[in-house]
């Protein structure tokens, strides 16, 4: 008998005994409706509910996307009638996340399966999980008249009125990157300054900033990594860059609040996301994994190359609400 | 049952019932407004009500000339192809203005896929022509011309042939009879035409929101949308007082259409027929060519978009692609979702209102049933805002179980279109003798057989064409809703708006297209239900 025929009639044997022993072992199928707020973009957001029920078809998910921070403030519209109706939030940034932690609204989770993702990734209490990695870049349409390598390239005469960004009041990602980019050495507030002199003029989120720059309505954008590096994929006529000098980043964290309905069905969402399904899933979608054993989707470079700006959580969860007022009346809103 | 026991019954039901719709919510609003006294000095409030004057003047107008013209020619004309004509006037109204506003957008920007594919796109950084108050207006404006033709439209049935025949046998024109005897007495109709218009530009949100925030034009239902999201303790006294205000400017609007209402003519004698024109061909060559212009152009423009892979992409044989469609279409999309809480939640609101609407309309007699539904007809002639803030300020005693609900959403709808179901009915159960329910009463007919026997024979078509004009007009609403959306309750129409404000333009061409094609299947399905109903209940069959 080769040694091959012989493994495979050993997992022929095997496979049924062991199929039986996961069926035991298995907990009651999940029930009953789970609500996710999310500022994930609607297709990506649909996918990773379908792939969640298929493996849970028991669950019945609710959704609704927007902004992180257009998603806060309904959140806390709710939390003030004392009825918030998520199960999961899966919102950008953690600087969200620690906010809510320290106000006793997360739920901590020992509970959530975390895979092979590393533990620096999530919150040290359990209460919330990165997710993955997303980082913030430069896109340029191709058309461009030229292409940047640092953030200072955006200070250029010739980008002048030609830079899009998210807004930071949508997007999480952009508060992140606003407060990244505000502590950094040799960038700082000064470099802030300059660029909103440029005629930039923050508005929408990421997806209105791809639209933008795919369309040549704006020849550079500040941007989210995935989204321009998935579009260029599909033809779009746009390349994404990371600058020299570092990126921003957020890790799309996702937690259950403590005011959960179904902390069941949560639990088994959020060990899904960190699965190496979930993970796989995420890399499809076009996502860094959290989990460094996932592959990265086509188009990224080594994730070990990429140049990360450090962000001080602690000074920017103090500054937040000050730094992005500040920004705010630099852009003139 | 004694005689006027039952009539008691019915007038409370009646009175109840339009209390509920009408004066419950907006007193409810009235109220929040006084108590909370919300500052409404914010100069951004000033400058939005300034930006909704100006647009809701500029689309009058436009309406205006647009329906004028439309009706010169097609109502009072007779011309080859009429019929398909007319009915192709009336489409844009059935268009819904967010999918107008995207189509638009993505017709005119540097990435536009029609401009790319003959090579004329606009140079990099140049602004999306689109995204401004002159945009705003002409897309408005074409698609409220069909209001300013409708309400002509139905006096034109009125006017007095014998009039116009002596004139022409004195020997005018029929353009100087057309001037003297027949667009005097369809005045009316106009102004009742742009009182609509008045209150429908107001009133909107989907083309105001779609072209107006990328354009830095906000107007009065954005802002309102944009402070309500904003949340905070203070966002629904702010949202209260804007929707007073935005109440107030549609003052004009409604002047106008009770104006109207007051000088119609009365005529019974020979139904009008068209008189001929001279170059009739050519007149309705260049309406057809305007028709393609404003109907098929944006068309070409969203599935242009839709099936290219991605934006900027030029459109040809290579690169088309369903894939957008095929993501509309995945299982956990919320597009599939949305069609069945739009089309839930219109066709309910239908037979609710059409069921509510006769008892109401058969009790309509009594006064205070009278002063009741003048009241309840009062928010599908106010902007929609106004009534989404009082739906939410109305169930706000049991908090978060119903907001963010579809239940608030129907509600809603109720209060939004209740007007629209009764209207007809209203009309028909007034010419009702009632000496047939005093007969049958003598014959001691119950009440279910005075419904099937006396009632609802003649009543029936009124009570579906009531019924389909909701229907048609809620499943692609978005200025009640986008106020009121929650998880698992989002409506196509937000769903659309949603994901362009997200930068998705190919997707939510993909899910236009689709809205637009349940739309049309809509239609044809109304046509065949409809088939004995008289003139003018369908609204593309005027």
Redesign the interface.
């Known amino acids: 008998m080769t040694p091959l025929f012989s493994r495979l009639l050993l997992a022929c044997l095997l496979l049924p005994a062991a199929e039986a022993a996961a069926q035991t072992a298995a907990p009651a199928p999940l029930s009953g409706s789970m609500v996710l707020y999310t500022s994930q973009l609607e297709p990506d957001a649909a996918q990773t509910v379908d792939a969640f029920r298929q493996r849970n078809p028991g669950v019945q998910v609710d959704w609704i996307r927007g902004g992180t921070n257009q998603i806060m403030p309904r959140l806390r519209a709710e939390i003030a009638a004392g009825s918030p109706r998520p199960d999961v939030l899966l919102l950008a940034d953690s600087l969200t996340f620690e906010t809510l932690k320290a106000e006793g609204r997360l739920r901590p989770s020992p509970e959530v399966d975390r895979g092979a993702t590393p533990a620096d990734r999530h919150d040290p209490d359990g209460t919330y999980f990165g997710t993955k990695l997303i980082t913030t870049g430069i896109v340029a349409n191709l058309r461009a008249p030229f292409m940047p390598r640092v953030w200072a390239d955006l200070l250029d005469p010739r980008a002048r009125n030609m830079t899009a960004m998210p807004s930071p009041a949508v997007s999480g990602a952009a508060a992140i990157h606003v407060l990244t980019l505000a502590q950094a050495p040799g960038l700082g507030w000064d470099y802030l300054t300059k660029l909103t002199q440029t005629g930039m003029q923050p508005r929408g989120g990421n997806g209105a900033v791809m639209q933008a720059v795919a369309s040549g309505e704006r020849a550079f954008g500040i941007i989210i990594d995935y989204l321009p590096i998935r579009e260029a994929a599909r033809g779009a006529p746009v390349r994404f860059i990371f600058p020299e000098d570092g990126v921003s980043a957020i890790t799309e964290p996702a937690a259950i609040l403590s005011t959960a309905h179904n902390p069941q069905a949560a639990i088994a969402f959020l060990s899904f996301l960190l699965s190496r399904e979930g993970q796989e899933l995420a890399s499809r979608q076009g996502f860094l994994p959290a989990d460094p054993s996932v592959a990265p989707p086509a188009g990224f470079p080594e994730p070990a190359s990429i140049r990360v700006l450090p962000l001080d959580a602690r000074r920017a969860q103090a500054e937040s609400e000050e730094s992005l007022r500040r920004f705010g009346a630099l852009v003139g809103q | 049952m004694s005689a006027s026991n039952f009539f008691r019954v019915r007038s409370g039901f009646a009175l109840v019932w339009l209390l509920l719709v009408g004066a419950v919510p907006l007193g409810r609003l009235l109220a929040e407004v006084v108590w909370s006294a919300s500052p409404l000095d914010d100069p951004a409030i000033f400058h939005a009500a300034l930006r909704s004057l100006a647009l809701a003047g500029g689309v009058t107008a436009i309406a205006t000339g647009l329906g004028v013209a439309l009706a010169a020619l097609l109502l009072l004309r007779r011309l080859p192809g009429r019929r398909p004509l007319l009915f192709g006037a009336i489409l844009p109204l059935l268009v819904p203005p967010q999918v107008m506003a995207l189509a638009v957008a993505q017709a005119a920007?540097?990435?536009s896929p029609l401009l790319l594919a003959v090579g004329l796109?606009?140079?990099?950084?140049?602004?999306?022509p689109a995204y401004g108050p002159g945009a705003m207006m002409l897309v408005l404006g074409v698609q409220s011309a069909p209001l300013v033709l409708l309400a002509i439209a139905a006096l034109v049935r009125r006017l007095p042939d014998e009039a116009i025949m002596a004139a022409r046998s004195l020997g005018c024109t029929p353009g100087g009879a057309f001037r003297r005897i027949a667009w005097p007495l369809l005045l009316p109709g106009v102004v009742a035409g742009a009182g609509l218009t008045w209150v429908a530009a107001l009133g909107n949100f989907g083309v105001a929101a779609s072209l107006g925030?990328?354009g830095?034009w906000p107007v009065l239902t954005v802002l309102l949308w944009q402070r309500l999201?904003?949340?905070?303790?203070q966002?629904l006294a702010q949202a209260a007082g804007l929707a007073v205000v935005l109440a107030g400017l549609a003052l004009p609007g409604l002047l106008a259409q009770i104006f109207a209402t007051r000088a119609r003519p009365l005529h019974h004698g020979r139904v009008f027929t068209p008189l001929p024109i001279r170059g009739g061909a050519a007149v309705a060559g260049g309406i057809a060519a305007y028709l393609a212009l404003v109907l098929g152009l944006p068309l070409l423009s969203l599935a242009a978009t839709a099936l290219v892979?991605?934006?900027?992409?030029a459109p040809n044989l290579d690169?088309l692609t369903a894939r957008h469609f095929l993501?509309a279409l995945?299982?956990?999309?919320?597009t599939a979702r949305a069609i069945t809480v739009s089309f839930g939640l219109s066709a309910g609101a239908a037979v609710v209102l059409a069921l509510a609407s006769l008892p109401v309309a058969l009790a309509l007699r009594a006064r205070p049933v009278r002063i009741a539904a003048a009241i309840a007809d009062l928010p599908q002639a106010l902007p929609g805002a106004v009534t989404a803030v009082a739906a939410i300020l109305v169930v706000l005693p049991w908090?978060?179980?119903l907001?963010?609900s579809i239940w608030l959403i129907g509600l809603a709808y109720l209060t939004r279109f209740h007007a629209l179901a009764l209207r007809p009915v209203a009309a028909v159960a007034a010419r009702l003798d009632p000496r047939l329910d005093f007969a049958a009463r003598g014959m001691a007919a119950g009440l279910w057989w005075r419904a099937r026997a006396v009632w609802l024979p003649p009543l029936t078509p009124a009570l579906v064409a009531g019924g389909l004009v909701v229907t048609l007009l809620a499943v692609n609403e978005v200025t009640v809703s986008s106020l009121l959306?929650?998880?698992?309750a989002?409506t196509l129409g937000t769903l659309v708006f949603?994901?362009q404000?997200?930068?998705?333009?190919p997707?939510a061409a993909a899910t236009s297209l689709l809205a637009l094609g349940l739309v049309a299947a809509l239609m044809a399905a109304a046509t065949l239900a409809g088939r004995g109903l008289p003139a003018g209940t369908l609204p593309w069959r005027p």
Do not use: C, S
């Open positions: 920007g540097p990435a796109a606009p140079p990099m950084g140049a602004a999306n925030i990328p830095r999201g904003a949340g905070g303790p966002a892979p991605a934006l900027g992409v690169t993501t995945a299982p956990g999309a919320q908090g978060g179980a907001y963010g959306i929650g998880p698992g989002v949603n994901l404000d997200a930068g998705l333009a997707l």
